[in-house]
């Protein structure tokens, strides 16, 4: 109970996963999605650190690296999408996103 | 332990906030709350003793992250209360719960076989000295490729966010340019 190994961190990580997948199946909103897509990579990178440290190798920790890069450039482009789909149509709900008519 | 302590209090923290902002109706609640969340993550990277995961967390997501969502925010109607979809709650958790065991299951399998030595082990000096040490060498060509990637990626949010960018003035003629011109100068005027 009192050491703390790596399974601890890679339960927290699968909670903190499913917290974020749940987000993503239930949210409507795109903003909120990408705030759950957030959580769903952070995850993963608690569970890249954690594996890096209790192994002695620092190769989970460059994974970390270019996740926190994908998920920066992701956000930015996102954002950009999502700021044109609002000047357009006034909304952001999933529910009007399906069709692929520009 | 002190360790148990910080990673129980952090645990519950981070899956307090990330609790809050996937179930929140309130885009600025969830945005708050998950800023905090991030910090608190970057808690388990120091005590993990990735010092500069740490640091670099902090940085790009409650800085850079954060601050583009505040931004991107001012454009959208917050004050308006999200809707929800309306599917079964128990097909939704059950499915998340199993494929959050499934990434577990990845991750812990190569553990499990013991053969695997460590390409890069942690040595003796500081954390940031080797990061910087194995980055610039094993990971030179991927860390290059994710710079041309941010690169692209901001200038794309630059074309899509800015007003008048699919219009290119190399590509116009004169006269189609002084037209523009003529348009804009009209409805300044009519300001």
Known sequence: MMEIGLNHYLVLSTILFSIGLVGVMR????LMLFFATEILLNSVNIAFAA????????????????VIAIAASEVAVGLGLLIVWHKRYNNID?????TMKG | MFEAIAFYLFAFLTIAMFYITVTTS???????????????????FFI???????????????????????????FFDTTR??????????IVVGLATVAAVLVVLIFSAPILSDN????????????????????????????????????????????????KMDASLTLMTEKEIQDM???????????
């Open chain 1, 94 to 98: 999933l529910d009007y996103l399906n």
């Open chain 2, 116 to 163: 695997i030595i460590a390409l890069y082990p942690i040595g003796e000096a500081g954390n940031t000295q080797e990061v910087g040490v194995v980055l610039f060498t094993k990971y030179l060509v991927p860390f290059e490729v994710a710079a041309i990637m941010l690169l692209v990626a901001m200038i794309s949010g630059i074309v899509l966010a800015g007003k």
């Open chain 2, 48 to 74: 993990l003793g990735a010092d500069f995961l740490g640091a670099v967390q902090i940085v790009v997501y409650s800085g850079a992250v954060m601050a583009l969502y505040s931004f991107g925010m001012m």
């Open chain 2, 81 to 90: 209360e999200v809707k929800e979809k309306q599917g079964n709650k128990y």
């Open chain 1, 27 to 30: 949210r409507k909103n795109l």
């Open chain 2, 26 to 44: 309130q885009a600025l609640y969830a945005l708050t709350a998950l800023a905090a969340g991030m910090i608190f993550i970057s808690a388990f």
């Open chain 2, 181 to 191: 011109r003529k348009e804009k100068k009209s409805k300044k005027a009519l300001l």
């Open chain 1, 51 to 66: 594996i890096s440290h209790y192994y002695g190798d620092l190769t989970g920790q460059m994974f970390a690296f270019f």
